[in-house]
């Protein structure tokens, strides 16, 4: 519970400081994420912490033999694997396009005799049966290996006792398989026993108690049976024409060498189960295989899914040359993603890259997927993209950028439909929805659920048209950090442009301000969604949107000088793109309204008319106000009414772009801007974020790197710990959030180190918070594998590894330096 006493700044960090309990930390090892012992309110986020993925697939760490029963919920979600269905909300027919919880593949338990009750069933088989205890649990999720370990001892109500060791992986080099081993050892019995392995297809979405009024149906069995080792399953998503197969092999050793098992099978339409009986013997280990192969009818190379995932089931390796291959593939990532921070309590650093790099990865590169904001770890946002990967693709542009460029595609795929949307609307070039799931059409829902009031309302966040900005953001970083010319004439141009077209369309002459404005937006914070003297919604001119607006357009006019003649022509040609078109990108670009007030940048026009919160009394009224949007609706106010934001919207212009980089670009368009500008507006709307998104810590731990770095430092530390201790309280059990892991992970990379790109130079100006005493990162530039950048309170060091690629340019306090493959460089500090 967080509290925040008067007086406090309204920092998160300082309200979560407290609340942090120093010896909750699941750390002794930053490469290792441990708990001990069960506990009941804690299961669904260590189910989300310890999941395990590989970009294909991601599966929660639910016990193998437990079900959704309020305490466990079981969750595999494949990435890219949405169903549309038609849910009926106080009346209405909502449509909703869902991230569909799959077949559970886990399923897997014991009993002990053929009449005793099974492991993890609620009721004993037997009258006057005790169900099983489990004792001394403990989980441990190996990152660096991507293996999860549950360690348990489980007592029958007869007393016997048995020892069980399960390891899971989702394979990082085969993406098709996930495999489960365990390890039996009874303790003081001898006898039958009895295993359970099954494929679960009966499960549903209900993950997300906001959304159970919503249609939790999803999967209808197709086909099933079972051969040998191997069951399989065979489902297809109830509104969308998706198939999905699991095929499982089970098998007994004891002592490295197959036991000979007597088999039972039992099927039903979705639910498909073999029973194998073997001798167990006291103080001999047994050990139970279930590797699962997954395919859909969305993968490539395939004849059909099913006989696709019978086939790879029956040959697959066995468990621990799956674990070998698969280690392997997690050292190589590592390899290439090393991130050394020498600080106190920054465990979470490698977890964070660990569930990126499972959420986001080769597998997922060709899959035509987007990035998820909760990962493929849970139905928040039922699994919709937003702009999230405006945090994320920073990132892996210096790391992984083949990821970068794969979901840039995703988005170019969807640039027909964006043209679409916006032409809906009345406007030429590309609107891309703020969310987003299949086919990139627009999937925000248009009523919400408020759970302190309990009242459904309507919800315009759709009005986010920023997102298209982020998008072009992100295709011209990635340029930056690649150079891959390639990518910007075959479809991030196209993009840009597109974009860049709707800016211009949308933006309309004021003639009493002699400026363009953009009207009827909402901003990134999202609790001001209307003017509450308005009747209808949106916002004019948001300052985040017409800069950036600004900024894209520039861009645009950019790309077509740096592409071949050839190429800009075939684009302007295609697009109609002619010069009178050209000269109004270049009017509006230098003539976009930006409002200030009081000395600092306005967040939309009309916001200083607002009223200034209490913050005091809601602090004192109630535990945690982070949604005061809830908070106010359920009072039977609106959040519209006040200086009131749930997260950094201005001040994310600051995040994109250094100070002299806004100030530039506000002087382009014809402002005045200077520090002074930056730190007011710092502190005005610092003062006036309740930090409602998990996005907010990352953003103000940026923005404040370099006027206040204690203050940064303690907004690191809360980004830090978002999803690790579940800092919005429950939302973690519903998905990790990709955008702040990866945001705070950038934080290390590009913010401390003062890494930007700009000019196709690499600038370093590093500048420590006092707790982090030394950071060493391998990072990837413009075709240059292992550049290793050391940032010390002394020096700066830039390393790069020998190979064929062209000198680096480093700039560094305003000069330039050429570091070459096989040469190091130290700068002072
Ligand atoms: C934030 C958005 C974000 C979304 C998904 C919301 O709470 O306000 O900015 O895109 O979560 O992460």
Same mark, same amino acid.
């Given at each position: 519970m967080t509290v925040v006493t008067e007086g406090e700044p309204n920092s998160g960090a300082a309200a979560h400081r407290r609340s942090r309990a120093a010896d909750s930390e699941p750390w002794d090892d930053p490469w290792m994420l441990s708990y001990k012992g069960f506990d009941p309110t804690q299961e669904g986020l260590r189910e989300v912490l310890c999941a395990v993925g590989n970009g294909y697939l991601v599966t929660r760490a639910a016990a193998p033999e437990s079900v959704a029963d309020g305490t466990h919920y079981p969750g595999t979600y494949l990435a890219g694997c949405y169903d549309r269905t038609t849910s009926t909300v106080q009346g209405r027919a909502v449509e909703n396009e869902d991230l569909v919880n799959m077949p559970n593949w886990l399923p897997l338990s014991f009993r002990i005799g053929a009449m005793g009750g099974w492991f993890g069933a609620a009721d004993a088989a037997l009258p006057g049966d005790r169900p099983f205890e489990i004792l001394d649990q403990r989980l441990e999720l190996d990152l660096r290996r991507g293996v999860l370990t549950r360690r348990a001892l489980v007592v029958d109500g007869a007393g016997r006792r048995t020892r069980l060791v399960q390891r899971r992986i989702a394979h990082m080099a085969q993406p098709h398989l996930v495999a489960l081993q365990t390890l039996l050892v009874p303790e003081n019995w001898s006898g039958r026993l009895d295993i359970r392995s099954g494929i679960d297809g009966t499960v549903r979405n209900t993950g997300v108690a906001r959304y159970r009024? /919503?249609?939790?149906h999803h999967l209808d069995p197709v086909d099933h049976g079972a051969e040998g080792e191997l069951s399989w399953l065979q489902v297809a998503t109830a509104g969308s024409p998706l198939t999905v197969a699991m095929a499982a092999r089970t098998g007994v050793h004891l002592d490295g060498k197959p036991v000979p098992v007597a088999r039972c099978d039992e099927l039903s339409d979705a639910l498909v189960a073999q029973i194998l009986t073997v001798d167990a013997a006291a103080g001999r280990p047994l050990v139970v295989e279930k590797t699962v192969a997954v395919y859909t009818s969305r993968d490539p190379a395939v004849d059909g899914p099913l006989r696709a995932a019978r086939r790879l089931a029956g040959r697959a390796d066995s468990f621990e040359v799956l674990l070998r291959a698969h280690a392997l593939r997690w050292e190589e990532l590592w390899r290439r993603c090393r991130t050394e921070v020498d600080a106190a309590r920054t465990g979470p650093v490698h977890l964070y890259l660990f569930h990126l790099l499972q959420t986001v990865s080769e597998h997922s590169a060709d899959l035509d997927v987007g990035v998820p904001a909760r990962g493929l770890h849970g139905e928040g946002y039922r699994g919709h993209v937003f702009w999230d990967e405006l945090f994320v693709l920073q990132v892996l542009? /210096?790391? /992984?950028p083949e990821l970068s460029r794969s979901v840039l595609r995703y988005r170019h795929r969807r640039l027909d439909e964006a043209r679409s949307a916006a032409r809906g609307a009345g406007f030429r070039g590309a609107m891309y929805p703020w969310q987003s799931a299949a086919d990139g059409s627009e999937e925000t829902q248009r009523v919400h659920l408020n759970p302190v009031s309990g009242r459904w309302l309507p919800d315009h966040s759709h009005l986010q048209r920023h997102v298209g900005s982020a998008i072009a953001y992100n295709v011209w970083q990635y340029y930056q950090a690649t150079g891959d010319l390639e990518f910007l004439e075959s479809a991030g141009a196209e993009m840009l442009l597109e974009i860049a077209r709707f800016w211009a369309d949308i933006a309309v002459f004021d003639a009493d301000l002699g400026r363009f404005r953009i009207r009827g937006v909402v901003g990134p914070d999202e609790y001001h969604e209307a003017y509450p003297w308005a009747a209808g919604p949106g916002l004019d001119d948001n300052a985040y949107t017409n800069v950036l607006a600004s900024w894209v357009l520039a861009r645009a006019l950019e790309a077509l000088r740096i592409l071949p003649g050839y190429r800009s022509d075939e684009l302007a040609e295609r697009m109609g793109l002619g010069g009178e078109e050209l000269d109004r990108w270049r009017t509006v670009s230098r003539a976009l309204h930006v409002p200030f007030h009081e000395g600092v940048i306005t967040q939309f026009d009309g916001y200083e008319r607002l009223a200034e919160l209490d913050w005091d009394g809601y602090r004192r009224r109630y535990p945690d106000i982070r949604r005061l949007d809830r908070i106010l609706e359920a009072e039977g106010d609106s959040v519209n009414r006040y200086k009131v934001s749930k997260q950094a919207d201005v001040l994310m212009l600051y995040y994109l772009f250094s100070p002299r980089e806004v100030h530039d670009l506000l002087h382009r368009l014809g402002y005045r801007a200077g520090d002074e500008l930056f730190r007011a507006t710092a502190d005005y709307y610092l003062s006036r974020t309740a930090h409602g998104s998990t996005l907010s810590a990352v953003v103000h731990a940026w923005v404040l790197a370099r006027s206040d770095r204690r203050a940064s430092w303690r907004f690191f530390r809360d980004a830090l710990d978002g999803?690790?201790?579940?800092i919005q309280g429950g939302t973690t059990a519903e998905g990790i959030h990709l955008g702040a892991m990866a945001g705070t992970i950038d934080l290390l990379q590009r913010c401390y180190t003062g890494l930007e790109l700009r000019e196709d130079v690499l600038w370093l100006a590093p500048r420590l918070p006092g707790p982090l005493r030394r950071l060493e990162l391998e990072l990837r530039y413009r075709g240059s594998w292992g550049v290793c950048v050391t940032v010390d309170r002394k020096d700066v060091t830039v390393r790069v590894a020998d190979g064929r690629a062209d000198p680096l340019t480093i700039g560094f306090r305003g000069s330039l330096v050429r570091v070459g493959p096989g040469e190091i460089r130290t700068l002072t500090l």
């Open positions: 009024e /919503l249609t939790s542009n /210096l790391r /992984l999803d690790v201790h579940d």
